[in-house]
Protein backbone atom coordinates (compact mmCIF):
# COMPACT_ATOMS: atom_id res chain seq x y z
CA UNK A 1 0.00 0.00 0.00
CA UNK A 2 1.28 3.31 -1.22
CA UNK A 3 2.12 5.82 1.82
CA UNK A 4 -0.44 8.66 1.88
CA UNK A 5 0.76 12.36 0.49
CA UNK A 6 -0.05 13.21 4.01
CA UNK A 7 2.39 11.36 5.58
CA UNK A 8 5.55 11.41 3.47
CA UNK A 9 5.30 14.93 2.54
CA UNK A 10 7.30 15.75 -0.32
CA UNK A 11 8.25 19.42 -1.57
CA UNK A 12 7.32 20.33 -5.48
CA UNK A 13 10.64 19.08 -6.82
CA UNK A 14 10.89 15.79 -5.03
CA UNK A 15 12.36 16.34 -2.01
CA UNK A 16 11.76 15.32 1.38
CA UNK A 17 9.50 18.20 3.47
CA UNK A 18 12.03 19.48 5.94
CA UNK A 19 15.73 18.63 4.74
CA UNK A 20 14.95 19.73 1.33
CA UNK A 21 17.10 16.32 0.04
CA UNK A 22 16.67 13.91 -2.81
CA UNK A 23 18.05 10.27 -2.40
CA UNK A 24 21.25 11.05 -4.42
CA UNK A 25 22.37 14.31 -2.13
CA UNK A 26 22.79 12.13 0.79
CA UNK A 27 25.98 9.34 1.28
CA UNK A 28 25.34 6.22 3.22
CA UNK A 29 27.68 7.51 6.09
CA UNK A 30 26.91 10.72 7.85
CA UNK A 31 27.56 12.67 10.85
CA UNK A 32 25.25 14.79 12.53
CA UNK A 33 25.84 17.59 14.30
CA UNK A 34 23.36 19.97 16.11
CA UNK A 35 24.70 23.44 15.16
CA UNK A 36 24.20 24.36 11.14
CA UNK A 37 27.55 26.35 11.91
CA UNK A 38 29.52 23.15 12.44
CA UNK A 39 28.55 21.61 9.31
CA UNK A 40 31.49 23.88 7.45
CA UNK A 41 33.61 23.24 9.97
CA UNK A 42 33.57 19.21 9.58
CA UNK A 43 33.21 19.69 5.23
CA UNK A 44 35.92 22.31 5.19
CA UNK A 45 38.26 19.10 5.63
CA UNK A 46 36.66 17.08 2.98
CA UNK A 47 38.45 16.64 -0.60
CA UNK A 48 35.67 17.88 -2.72
CA UNK A 49 32.00 19.24 -2.26
CA UNK A 50 29.38 17.98 -4.57
CA UNK A 51 26.13 19.44 -2.82
CA UNK A 52 24.88 21.57 -0.03
CA UNK A 53 21.90 22.75 0.90
CA UNK A 54 20.04 24.54 3.66
CA UNK A 55 16.47 24.61 4.59
CA UNK A 56 15.61 26.20 8.65
CA UNK A 57 17.79 24.59 10.79
CA UNK A 58 18.53 21.54 8.49
CA UNK A 59 21.91 22.33 6.75
CA UNK A 60 23.47 19.44 4.81
CA UNK A 61 26.56 18.99 2.86
CA UNK A 62 27.97 15.67 0.78
CA UNK A 63 31.21 14.92 -0.71
CA UNK A 64 34.58 12.92 -0.06
CA UNK A 65 37.22 12.62 2.29
CA UNK A 66 40.04 10.70 1.46
CA UNK A 67 37.93 8.79 -0.92
CA UNK A 68 35.42 8.00 1.16
CA UNK A 69 31.80 9.57 0.53
CA UNK A 70 30.22 11.37 3.33
CA UNK A 71 27.10 13.64 4.39
CA UNK A 72 27.23 15.97 7.23
CA UNK A 73 23.81 17.28 8.78
CA UNK A 74 23.01 19.65 11.25
CA UNK A 75 19.83 18.19 13.22
CA UNK A 76 18.93 21.48 15.28
CA UNK A 77 18.29 21.33 19.27
CA UNK A 78 16.18 18.53 20.97
CA UNK A 79 14.78 14.96 20.21
CA UNK A 80 11.97 16.03 18.63
CA UNK A 81 14.03 17.48 15.44
CA UNK A 82 15.90 13.73 15.34
CA UNK A 83 12.39 12.03 14.84
CA UNK A 84 12.46 14.39 11.34
CA UNK A 85 15.86 13.95 10.79
CA UNK A 86 15.76 10.08 10.75
CA UNK A 87 12.64 9.28 9.53
CA UNK A 88 13.21 11.43 6.67
CA UNK A 89 17.06 10.03 6.01
CA UNK A 90 15.29 6.83 6.75
CA UNK A 91 12.24 7.61 3.73
CA UNK A 92 14.82 8.75 1.23
CA UNK A 93 16.86 5.21 1.15
CA UNK A 94 14.22 2.98 1.97
CA UNK A 95 11.06 4.55 0.55
CA UNK A 96 10.16 4.38 -3.18
CA UNK A 97 9.37 8.10 -3.37
CA UNK A 98 7.35 7.84 -6.47
CA UNK A 99 5.27 4.81 -5.66
CA UNK A 100 5.40 6.07 -1.95
CA UNK A 101 6.08 2.26 -0.98
CA UNK A 102 8.99 0.89 1.11
CA UNK A 103 11.48 -0.80 -0.84
CA UNK A 104 12.12 -4.57 -1.23
CA UNK A 105 15.48 -4.51 -0.03
CA UNK A 106 16.57 -2.08 2.58
CA UNK A 107 19.89 0.30 2.71
CA UNK A 108 21.81 0.31 6.15
CA UNK A 109 22.95 3.60 6.90
CA UNK A 110 25.87 5.04 9.60
CA UNK A 111 25.00 7.47 11.54
CA UNK A 112 27.66 9.37 14.15
CA UNK A 113 27.04 12.24 15.98
CA UNK A 114 29.50 14.92 16.88
CA UNK A 115 28.45 16.78 19.29
CA UNK A 116 29.57 19.04 22.69
CA UNK A 117 28.93 17.65 26.33
CA UNK A 118 29.61 18.06 30.03
CA UNK A 119 31.03 15.32 32.32
CA UNK A 120 29.07 14.41 35.33
CA UNK A 121 31.73 11.86 36.72
CA UNK A 122 34.86 13.40 38.33
CA UNK A 123 37.16 11.13 36.84
CA UNK A 124 36.05 12.15 33.03
CA UNK A 125 37.54 15.24 32.42
CA UNK A 126 37.32 18.05 30.32
CA UNK A 127 38.78 17.68 26.64
CA UNK A 128 38.08 13.94 26.72
CA UNK A 129 35.73 12.19 24.29
CA UNK A 130 32.87 10.14 25.25
CA UNK A 131 30.90 7.32 23.38
CA UNK A 132 27.78 6.64 24.14
CA UNK A 133 27.45 2.99 24.99
CA UNK A 134 23.55 3.72 25.33
CA UNK A 135 20.96 6.36 24.94
CA UNK A 136 18.51 6.90 28.05
CA UNK A 137 15.51 8.75 27.00
CA UNK A 138 14.08 10.82 29.53
CA UNK A 139 12.09 13.26 26.80
CA UNK A 140 9.51 10.49 26.34
CA UNK A 141 9.85 10.49 22.10
CA UNK A 142 10.75 6.90 21.79
CA UNK A 143 7.27 5.68 23.83
CA UNK A 144 5.55 6.88 20.28
CA UNK A 145 7.46 3.61 19.06
CA UNK A 146 7.27 -0.22 19.76
CA UNK A 147 10.38 -0.10 21.39
CA UNK A 148 9.62 -3.11 23.62
CA UNK A 149 12.05 -5.22 21.39
CA UNK A 150 15.41 -3.04 21.57
CA UNK A 151 14.52 -1.43 25.19
CA UNK A 152 16.91 -2.13 28.31
CA UNK A 153 14.35 -2.99 30.80
CA UNK A 154 17.00 -4.22 33.80
CA UNK A 155 18.51 -0.69 33.14
CA UNK A 156 15.78 1.39 33.01
CA UNK A 157 13.77 -0.32 36.04
CA UNK A 158 17.20 0.09 37.99
CA UNK A 159 17.29 3.66 37.32
CA UNK A 160 13.29 4.46 38.17
CA UNK A 161 14.09 2.94 41.65
CA UNK A 162 16.99 4.97 42.01
CA UNK A 163 15.73 8.22 41.27
CA UNK A 164 12.31 7.24 42.43
CA UNK A 165 11.17 8.62 39.27
CA UNK A 166 7.53 10.29 39.06
CA UNK A 167 5.00 7.91 37.35
CA UNK A 168 3.69 11.53 36.13
CA UNK A 169 6.55 11.25 33.78
CA UNK A 170 7.38 9.17 30.77
CA UNK A 171 9.04 5.67 31.44
CA UNK A 172 12.69 6.21 30.71
CA UNK A 173 13.71 4.26 27.74
CA UNK A 174 17.44 2.89 27.73
CA UNK A 175 18.80 1.70 24.04
CA UNK A 176 22.24 0.29 23.04
CA UNK A 177 24.77 1.89 20.61
CA UNK A 178 26.25 0.42 17.68
CA UNK A 179 29.04 -1.99 18.74
CA UNK A 180 30.27 -2.04 15.14
CA UNK A 181 30.74 1.62 15.06
CA UNK A 182 31.76 1.69 19.19
CA UNK A 183 34.49 -0.27 18.56
CA UNK A 184 35.32 1.85 15.34
CA UNK A 185 35.84 4.84 17.08
CA UNK A 186 36.94 3.37 20.78
CA UNK A 187 40.62 4.21 21.55
CA UNK A 188 42.87 5.09 24.84
CA UNK A 189 41.22 8.28 24.57
CA UNK A 190 37.58 7.80 24.76
CA UNK A 191 35.38 7.07 27.56
CA UNK A 192 32.15 5.09 27.64
CA UNK A 193 29.14 5.61 29.47
CA UNK A 194 25.44 6.02 29.53
CA UNK A 195 24.28 9.40 27.79
CA UNK A 196 20.85 10.77 29.33
CA UNK A 197 18.95 12.75 26.54
CA UNK A 198 16.55 15.41 27.85
CA UNK A 199 13.72 16.86 26.44
CA UNK A 200 14.50 20.67 27.14
CA UNK A 201 17.46 23.01 28.33
CA UNK A 202 16.48 24.26 31.51
CA UNK A 203 14.19 22.43 34.08
CA UNK A 204 14.82 18.84 32.21
CA UNK A 205 18.54 19.10 32.75
CA UNK A 206 17.62 20.74 36.15
CA UNK A 207 18.65 24.39 35.35
CA UNK A 208 16.82 26.66 37.57
CA UNK A 209 16.30 30.38 36.60
CA UNK A 210 12.34 31.10 38.08
CA UNK A 211 10.37 27.81 37.73
CA UNK A 212 10.67 25.20 40.58
CA UNK A 213 11.70 21.80 39.55
CA UNK A 214 9.42 18.63 39.86
CA UNK A 215 12.55 16.89 41.37
CA UNK A 216 15.36 19.56 42.30
CA UNK A 217 17.42 15.99 43.24
CA UNK A 218 17.18 14.25 39.86
CA UNK A 219 21.05 15.22 38.90
CA UNK A 220 22.20 14.32 41.86
CA UNK A 221 20.44 10.83 41.49
CA UNK A 222 21.43 10.71 37.66
CA UNK A 223 25.08 10.90 38.40
CA UNK A 224 25.15 8.46 41.08
CA UNK A 225 22.78 5.71 39.74
CA UNK A 226 25.33 2.68 38.33
CA UNK A 227 24.01 -0.81 36.92
CA UNK A 228 26.49 -3.49 36.71
CA UNK A 229 28.99 -1.61 35.22
CA UNK A 230 27.04 1.13 33.68
CA UNK A 231 26.91 4.41 34.80
CA UNK A 232 25.60 7.89 33.37
CA UNK A 233 28.43 10.00 31.93
CA UNK A 234 26.56 12.88 30.38
CA UNK A 235 23.65 14.50 29.73
CA UNK A 236 22.08 16.45 26.60
CA UNK A 237 19.29 16.08 24.00
CA UNK A 238 19.59 14.32 21.08
CA UNK A 239 21.41 10.44 21.64
CA UNK A 240 18.98 8.98 23.05
CA UNK A 241 16.36 9.32 20.46
CA UNK A 242 19.25 8.81 16.87
CA UNK A 243 19.79 5.33 18.91
CA UNK A 244 15.84 4.47 19.08
CA UNK A 245 15.05 5.34 15.81
CA UNK A 246 18.07 4.12 14.44
CA UNK A 247 17.19 0.62 15.68
CA UNK A 248 14.21 0.15 15.01
CA UNK A 249 14.81 1.51 11.09
CA UNK A 250 17.99 -0.62 10.91
CA UNK A 251 20.61 1.99 10.82
CA UNK A 252 24.13 1.81 13.06
CA UNK A 253 24.30 4.71 15.09
CA UNK A 254 27.00 6.19 17.62
CA UNK A 255 27.27 9.50 19.46
CA UNK A 256 30.87 10.80 20.37
CA UNK A 257 30.76 14.12 22.75
CA UNK A 258 33.81 16.18 22.88
CA UNK A 259 33.95 17.31 26.68
CA UNK A 260 34.16 20.48 27.43
CA UNK A 261 33.23 21.00 31.49
CA UNK A 262 33.16 18.47 34.24
CA UNK A 263 29.70 19.12 36.47
CA UNK A 264 31.47 17.03 39.23
CA UNK A 265 34.23 19.29 39.97
CA UNK A 266 33.41 22.49 38.32
CA UNK A 267 35.93 22.62 35.55
CA UNK A 268 35.28 24.74 32.30
CA UNK A 269 38.12 23.57 28.96
CA UNK A 270 40.41 26.28 28.62
CA UNK A 271 40.16 25.92 24.85
CA UNK A 272 36.43 24.52 23.77
CA UNK A 273 36.46 25.29 20.00
CA UNK A 274 39.77 23.27 20.26
CA UNK A 275 38.63 20.31 22.26
CA UNK A 276 35.34 20.14 19.33
CA UNK A 277 38.30 20.82 16.04
CA UNK A 278 40.39 17.79 17.63
CA UNK A 279 37.36 15.64 17.65
CA UNK A 280 36.22 16.48 14.26
CA UNK A 281 39.63 15.52 12.64
CA UNK A 282 39.65 12.25 14.98
CA UNK A 283 36.69 11.22 14.01
CA UNK A 284 36.94 11.53 10.19
CA UNK A 285 40.28 9.57 10.68
CA UNK A 286 38.49 6.64 12.19
CA UNK A 287 35.81 7.12 9.63
CA UNK A 288 38.32 6.20 6.67
CA UNK A 289 40.42 3.38 8.68
Not at 31 to 37: E, L
Not at 125 to 141: A, C, E, K, M, W
Not at 208 to 217: N, P, S, T
Request: with cysteine.
Amino acid sequence: MSIKQSELILNPDGSVYHLNLRPEHIANTLIFVGDQDRVDKISKHFDSIEFTTQKREFKTTTGTYKNKRLSVISTGIGPDNIDIVLNELDALVNIDLQTRKPKEVLTTLNIIRIGTSGSLQEDIPVDSYVISSHGLDLNGLLQSYQVDAIASPAIEDAFVKHTNWSAKKSYPIVIENSKLLENRFASDKTFLGITATAGGFYGPQGRVLRLALQDDGLNHKIDSFSFNEHRITNLEMETSAIYGLSKLLGHEACSINAIIANRANGTFSENPGKVVADLIEYALEKLVE
